[in-house]
């Protein structure tokens, strides 16, 4: 057990468990397990793969579970997920508890299906405070379906993506919009989500989607007052970015997902030819900005998956950001088995604690958000939940020795 002053940083531990991954013990899953959400593996698949948990001080985190899903990584984590001698859910590193934890009960609409027979599960997963759903598992950088069939199939998906992989799994590639607002109307109504994120694959030229994303997000604006979050691909010009706003989309995404020039384009060579015509990121900046103005402060975000680059190069994608008024939001790599990187390092906790804490300094400079704390369960980016403190907490040297980590290895 933890001793008086040497309380775990759950900001901290947040870091080392999407780092390092988590096992789960046969305590845990035998009195604990039939009641819990079960992980799922939907859309691109990271961030639905992990055991959604939340720590001390309302800090969610999702991490993946060491076993067959992540067959070369996080083999060894020394985070065990198990009970105490009450039953209680706790986190054990190396022996000892280091947190307590509180669990996610499956959803009440799990298991039912929508009037057009559909299970509601395939249509959208809770994950973290919010449902996750796809809209659309189809990506024009993988080749585009039509009616089943795989199109214009040219292999210039990002790296790390596995969308296309999700096609031969059990998900639905495009989801009609009466079963988004019957599987939102039932989660909303069963208390499992605080709001909506959604996203798809990258639909064709010129509007990649948004008017598909409007007319869905007018449709539910009608029916329910639900905050709603969105994941896109810039569009070919500016007045689609219009139409996304005024069909009330609360947060508009446009994620460059690597900063440095040279690795995104190896890494998102769709995104660099087709998007930013081969000069990387310069259609991402121009519409982001744009975002920026017409959404206003903290109403445009966009993603770089931290892990895929030197640490100073995320730090600078994350001011590159802040400049422009950009939300930069830190998605933790997390590799997908099938997909090109499947065997490529993820980040150590020192490599995370280090962006975490220039994302803290930067975003406070610029006076700029970090990101809603339940959606970020397997981001950088976190705050203390529940309103109460708008800042992410810091992470001292004093925390990172109690943690066993040399704040010397953190540079
Ligand atoms: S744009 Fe990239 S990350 Fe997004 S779905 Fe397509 S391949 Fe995946």
Same mark, same amino acid.
């Given at each position: 057990?933890?001793?008086?002053?040497?309380?775990?940083?759950?900001?901290?531990? $947040?870091?080392?468990?999407?780092?390092?991954?988590?096992?789960?013990?046969? %305590?845990?899953?035998?009195?604990?397990?039939?009641?819990?959400?079960?992980?799922?593996?939907?859309?691109?698949?990271?961030?639905?793969?992990? &055991?959604?948990? *939340?720590?001390?001080?309302?800090?969610?985190?999702?991490?993946?579970?060491?076993?067959?899903?992540?067959?070369?990584?996080?083999?060894?984590?020394?985070?065990?997920?198990?009970?105490?001698?009450?039953?209680?859910?706790?986190?054990?590193?190396?022996?000892?508890?280091?947190?307590?934890?509180?669990?996610?009960? $499956? +959803?009440?609409?799990?298991?039912?299906?929508?009037?057009?027979?559909?299970? =509601? !599960?395939?249509?959208?997963?809770?994950?973290?405070?919010? #449902?996750?759903?796809?809209?659309?598992?189809?990506?024009?950088?993988?080749?585009?379906?039509?009616?089943?069939?795989?199109?214009?199939? *040219?292999?210039?998906?990002?790296?790390?993506?596995? &969308?296309?992989?999700?096609?031969?799994?059990?998900?639905?590639?495009?989801? %009609?919009?009466?079963?988004? &607002?019957?599987?939102?109307?039932?989660?909303?109504?069963?208390?499992?989500?605080?709001?909506?994120?959604?996203?798809?694959?990258?639909?064709?030229?010129?509007? $990649?989607?948004?008017? !598909?994303?409007?007319? #869905?997000?007018?449709?539910?604006?009608?029916?329910?007052?639900?905050?709603?979050?969105?994941?896109?691909?810039?569009?070919?010009?500016? $007045?689609?970015? %219009? &139409?996304?706003?005024?069909?009330?989309?609360?947060?508009?995404?446009?994620?460059?997902?690597?900063?440095?020039?040279?690795?995104?384009?190896?890494?998102?060579?769709?995104?660099?030819?087709?998007?930013?015509?081969?000069?990387?990121?310069?259609?991402?900046?121009?519409?982001?900005?744009?975002?920026?103005?017409?959404?206003?402060?903290?109403?445009?975000?966009?993603?770089?998956?931290?892990?895929?680059?030197? *640490?100073?190069?995320?730090?600078?994608?994350?001011?590159?950001?802040?400049? =422009?008024?950009?939300? +930069?939001? #830190?998605?933790?790599?997390?590799?997908?088995?099938?997909?090109?990187?499947?065997?490529?390092?993820?980040?150590?906790?020192?490599?995370?604690?280090?962006?975490?804490?220039?994302?803290?300094?930067?975003?406070?400079?610029?006076?700029?958000?970090?990101?809603?704390?339940?959606?970020?369960?397997?981001?950088?980016?976190?705050?203390?939940?529940?309103?109460?403190?708008?800042? =992410?907490?810091?992470?001292?040297? !004093?925390? #990172?020795?109690?943690?066993?980590?040399?704040?010397?290895?953190?540079?």
């Amino acid at each position: 057990m933890l001793g008086n002053g040497e309380k775990y940083n759950p900001a901290l531990l $947040r870091l080392e468990l999407l780092s390092r991954g988590i096992r789960v013990d046969q %305590d845990f899953t035998r009195q604990l397990g039939g009641v819990l959400k079960e992980p799922l593996w939907t859309r691109t698949g990271p961030t639905s793969t992990g &055991i959604d948990l *939340k720590l001390e001080r309302g800090v969610y985190v999702s991490p993946a579970i060491e076993g067959d899903r992540f067959p070369y990584h996080y083999k060894d984590s020394p985070f065990l997920l198990t009970i105490d001698e009450n039953a209680l859910p706790v986190i054990m590193k190396d022996d000892r508890i280091v947190q307590y934890v509180t669990l996610f009960p $499956r +959803p009440s609409y799990y298991g039912k299906k929508t009037s057009n027979g559909t299970p =509601m !599960e395939q249509i959208g997963v809770v994950t973290g405070d919010f #449902l996750a759903i796809a809209i659309d598992n189809r990506c024009w950088f993988w080749g585009y379906y039509q009616d089943d069939e795989l199109v214009n199939y *040219k292999e210039k998906q990002c790296k790390f993506c596995g &969308i296309g992989l999700s096609m031969k799994r059990d998900e639905l590639y495009r989801k %009609d919009n009466d079963d988004i &607002i019957e599987v939102l109307s039932a989660a909303l109504e069963g208390n499992d989500i605080k709001h909506l994120g959604i996203n798809a694959g990258t639909f064709p030229p010129p509007g $990649r989607g948004h008017e !598909e994303y409007a007319r #869905l997000i007018s449709e539910i604006k009608a029916r329910h007052d639900v905050w709603i979050r969105l994941s896109i691909c810039p569009p070919e010009d500016e $007045r689609y970015i %219009d &139409i996304l706003f005024d069909s009330g989309a609360d947060q508009v995404g446009y994620d460059i997902e690597v900063f440095d020039p040279k690795l995104y384009k190896e890494i998102c060579p769709g995104k660099n030819e087709e998007v930013d015509r081969g000069i990387p990121h310069q259609h991402f900046n121009r519409m982001l900005k744009y975002a920026a103005q017409k959404g206003g402060p903290n109403k445009t975000y966009s993603i770089l998956v931290t892990g895929l680059e030197s *640490k100073e190069s995320t730090v600078a994608g994350v001011e590159h950001l802040c400049q =422009m008024g950009v939300v +930069p939001r #830190l998605g933790i790599f997390r590799p997908i088995p099938g997909t090109h990187l499947e065997k490529h390092p993820v980040p150590s906790p020192e490599y995370l604690i280090y962006c975490y804490r220039n994302l803290r300094e930067i975003t406070m400079e610029y006076g700029v958000d970090s990101g809603c704390a339940g959606c970020g369960r397997t981001f950088v980016g976190t705050k203390e939940y529940d309103g109460v403190n708008p800042i =992410m907490p810091e992470i001292s040297d !004093e925390d #990172l020795e109690n943690a066993g980590i040399d704040p010397a290895n953190v540079v």
